[in-house]
């Protein structure tokens, strides 16, 4: 791997632990209930996030790199999958949702930090790839958003 690849190798990994973290928790969550919204729900979530970690582990081997199988540290998402699982045992879709809500947004933020703070180490096609992620997670955003908003006005 050439030296000017190793800080995007960085970047994308960082991404690609994003999504595992997303495709963990949203599984252990779709398993935790019996709700076919929320199962519905977390199946397109882990969906979009399998289509994101692939595309960001071919850039990743692209640049000669080798993809991360890593989840975050407990303080990057876990405040946020604690809260999930905890609703979850519960059995509070208020609480679910808003937990999710929050995760998609970090998961946006973390995009949008990527592209703006590194795009002098990035090609065209990653910052490309990083907007299209961010878009993908940011309709999935609004899934959330607006089950949470059905939920709060019923």
Known sequence: MLDSDKKPVDVLNHLIVINNDRLVGYDQASNETD????????????????ECRNELCKEVYKLGGRPVDEIGAPGDFGKAWTEINAALSTNNHQAILDSCYVEEFMAIKSYEYAVRYFQNCMTTQHKHICNKHKELIGKDFDKVKNLRHILINS
């Open 35 to 50: 709700i076919a919204v929320l199962k519905a729900l977390f199946a397109r979530l882990k969906e979009t996030s399998m």
